[in-house]
């Protein structure tokens, strides 16, 4: 989508922090008495304010100052759903979560998650104004329709659409990893860095590309399903059948799974991890096999997009640290002799980034149509 000068200006405010008229025109190739015309009615509506001067006063011309954007201007309802809860938050434009809910999530079905996240945003919005709702979603995604979600057995849902019907605010719904690194790259990890790639390792493996400070969402929505790759000749299946796939490998869903089938042991991820990290037999092996797994998927993405950065997070990333020196030692063995070493971070996470996932997304959305 093409954007106004003003929506552009806002965008990269949020997106990489105050910044003097100079430097506006400068990144947004536009000119000084374009930046000073776009500044002046989002000064008046007090989405933005000039920061404190730069420099020494200068002896012609007006001071530079940088302006930065309001952070309490308005805030997002950001929303993550699971099989077993919807998780929310309200976020302001500086990223800070206001206030937090959840609900308990019985029934996957259409109706029944319609009616929950409703019921979620009504109670979340009650003491704030909302400029919009945003959704991460663990599935394929595209333009606001999941097109499929195989967590929660759906396919073909205009969620966007339905969501709209009921609540009286812009409804933006995208997939969770996608959602996850455009909040992580205006506020958190990844803060001012423009190129970086996200691996996400829980219940499902995802990935997601940023390039330019821009989220790359692949021309069917699908950039970053990676989950299915195979990264091996053994190991356990994942639900597909695989022999040797990422999921199977790394994903907590299928050691769980692995772990009850093979070998009789029932038993929680984190318990899995501990017994793992503890050194047990058979946890201490599977655990191994996985961060090599993850490892692989690391040296795909420096192969293929030799990013500023790789960050490897989720749910799933107690199991990474835990084999840390495995997970770097791998990583080391698959690169390419010739490349430049790129960084790779170790980000643990709280369940809010998910939902601060979903607010972002929403303002996204929102500095284009806003404006
Ligand atoms: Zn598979």
């Given at each position: 989508m093409s954007r106004s000068n003003s929506s552009k200006t806002l965008h990269r405010l949020i997106a990489l922090g105050p910044a003097t008229r100079g430097v506006l025109g400068a990144e947004l190739e536009i000119s000084a008495p374009t930046v000073t015309r776009v500044l002046q009615p989002l000064l008046e509506r007090g989405m933005i304010r000039p920061l404190e001067r730069i420099g020494a006063e200068p002896l012609s011309g007006k001071p530079a100052y940088q302006v930065g954007i309001v952070e309490s201007y308005t805030t997002f309802v950001g929303l993550k759903i699971t099989d077993s809860s919807i998780y929310g938050a309200v976020v302001d434009m500086g990223g800070s979560v206001l206030a937090h809910d959840e609900r308990a999530l019985s029934d996957t079905t259409v109706p029944a998650v319609v009616d929950t996240v409703v019921d979620l945003v009504s109670a979340l919005s009650a003491d704030f104004t909302i400029s919009g709702v945003g959704i991460g979603i663990g599935g394929r995604v595209n333009s606001g329709k999941v097109i499929s979600s195989g967590f929660l057995g759906?396919?073909?849902?205009?969620l966007e659409n339905i969501l709209e019907r009921r609540l009286d605010v812009t409804v933006t719904v995208a997939n969770d990893v996608q959602a996850f690194a455009q909040a992580e790259s205006w506020?958190?990890?990844?803060?001012?860095?423009?190129s970086f790639v996200l691996i996400s390792v829980g219940s499902g493996i995802g990935c997601c590309t940023v390039m330019d400070g821009n989220v790359f969402e692949g021309e069917h929505g699908?950039?970053?399903?990676?989950?299915?790759?195979?990264?091996?000749?053994?190991?356990p299946t994942c639900e597909m059948g695989h022999v040797g796939c990422a999921r199977a490998y790394a994903s907590s869903t299928c050691i769980l799974r692995y772990l009850e089938k093979q070998y009789g042991i029932s038993e929680s991820y984190d318990n899995f991890v501990t017994r793992a990290t503890a050194g047990f037999s058979p946890e201490r092996a599977i655990g191994v096999a996985a961060v090599e797994a993850v490892a692989q998927l690391v040296s795909g993405a420096i192969g293929f997009l030799d990013p500023n950065t790789v960050v490897v997070s989720g749910d799933g990333i107690s199991m990474v640290m835990a084999f840390e020196s495995e997970f770097r030692k791998a990583i080391s063995t698959y690169r390419h002799w010739a490349g430049e070493k790129v960084d790779v971070l170790l980000q643990k996470m709280e369940f809010s980034a998910w939902a601060r996932g979903g607010a972002a997304v929403a303002m996204e959305r929102w500095t284009q149509e806003a404006l």
């Open positions: 759906w396919t073909n849902v205009e506020w958190g990890f990844a803060g001012g860095q423009r699908s950039a970053g399903m990676i989950g299915h790759l195979r990264v091996g000749d053994g190991g």
